[in-house]
């Protein structure tokens, strides 16, 4: 019993590791309970009959330790501080007794008055709920009915649960053990120890650092439907259908974005246009020859477009704007309407911050 309690306290005092949503700062409370009392035979014999181990000195001794009556009500008050969400120290005050016996035909009662002051650790269960242990020196007042009242120091080891109602008030129960409580001079010599088991309540000063646990936004979906145009005097040379060096280039750009976008029934329509100079047929055929290169580049880098389609000069963007201006500065003007459109539907699916 006595090595587990030492392990609960220093297994509690190394949870900093842990992140716990604690309470730091100061704190107070009460307890209430019992205490079972525990003492040794052969201390008992020793200190009570002397050192003579006969067979009726041993009787009589045996007969004294079965007279005990050994639970009692015990009660106290805790203070304590916590200095983050794994340690602090804690000081409290605690009635313990009254120790009841037989010795010589008259009935005697022990008590103490006990005050400790003890370092602790607490480890998370949940964000409320902890567990905790504890370790420190306990200063013991033993009085008894028949002799003068002495005082001791001790060590106190001790454990427990705690549970937070609210953000500042709340629970535990918890286990002590107070060794020794008297010395050999008081009470007759006897030298007891205390296993004390308590239910208190506990309110908090400092502030709650509850962690609230992080909600992702529901992702959302979005349809798509856009399109980006490709320069011709970009992607080929003027009168050309073969991609130059900076066509491939942009084309890559255009596959890495669509891939990384993660479109869900995603259509690609690749369409080729081109000036109004030449005859409709000529332009035609360039624009379907352009549109095919865009498509069949796409396709070798893992995009492969749905629709590839060629409308010659019949969508131009120029308007009448070039209208009047020389040969020279007309193909300059038209550069707009030499182009191809790459066009991408679907759904993406994605989480928008609020």
């Known amino acids: 019993m006595k090595k587990t309690l030492l392990a609960l306290a220093v297994v509690a005092a190394a949870g900093s590791s842990s992140a716990f949503a604690g309470t730091e700062g100061l704190y107070v409370g009460l307890k209430a309970g019992m205490d079972i009392w525990s003492m040794s035979t052969e201390n008992d014999y020793k200190s009570n009959f002397g050192r003579t181990h006969d067979n009726r000195r041993y009787n009589t001794n045996q007969a004294f330790t079965n007279s005990l009556d050994r639970v009692s009500a015990v009660g106290g008050l805790f203070a304590g501080y916590n200095f983050n969400d794994w340690v602090g120290v804690e000081f409290e005050y605690d009635y313990l007794g009254p120790l009841k016996f037989k010795h010589h035909g008259l009935d005697y009662k022990a008590w103490s008055n006990s005050f400790a002051l003890s370092a602790r650790g607490m480890i998370p269960i949940t964000d409320d709920f902890e567990v905790f242990g504890k370790v420190g020196a306990s200063y013991n007042y033993f009085n008894s009915n028949y002799s003068t009242h002495t005082a001791h120091v001790g060590m106190l080891l001790g454990g427990g649960l705690q549970y937070y109602l609210t953000d500042n008030l709340f629970t535990r129960v918890e286990y002590q053990w107070f060794h020794p409580i008297g010395s050999t001079s008081a009470a007759i010599g006897i030298r007891p120890d205390a296993h004390v088991v308590t239910l208190g309540l506990g309110y908090s000063f400092g502030s709650r650092n509850v962690v609230a646990p992080v909600v992702a936004p529901a992702p959302q979906k979005r349809v798509i439907n856009e399109t980006r ?61 352009r549109a095919n290169t865009v498509a069949s580049y796409m396709s070798s880098k893992g995009v492969t477009p749905d629709v590839v389609e060629g409308r010659g000069k019949t969508e131009p963007v120029t308007g009448s704007e070039c209208d009047g201006l020389s040969r020279s500065k007309l193909i300059q003007c038209y550069a707009r309407d030499r182009r191809v459109d790459v066009n991408v539907q679907g759904v993406i699916t994605e989480v928008v911050e609020e």
Do not use: M, P
């Open 229 to 289: 145009t490709l320069g011709s005097d970009v992607l080929f040379g003027f009168n050309k259908s073969n991609l130059t060096a900076e066509g491939q280039n942009t084309i890559d750009n255009l596959v890495d974005e669509i891939n990384s976008q993660n479109i869900e029934d995603r259509k690609i329509a690749v369409i080729g246009h081109t000036d109004r100079i030449g005859s409709a047929a000529y332009n035609q055929k360039l624009s379907e020859k």
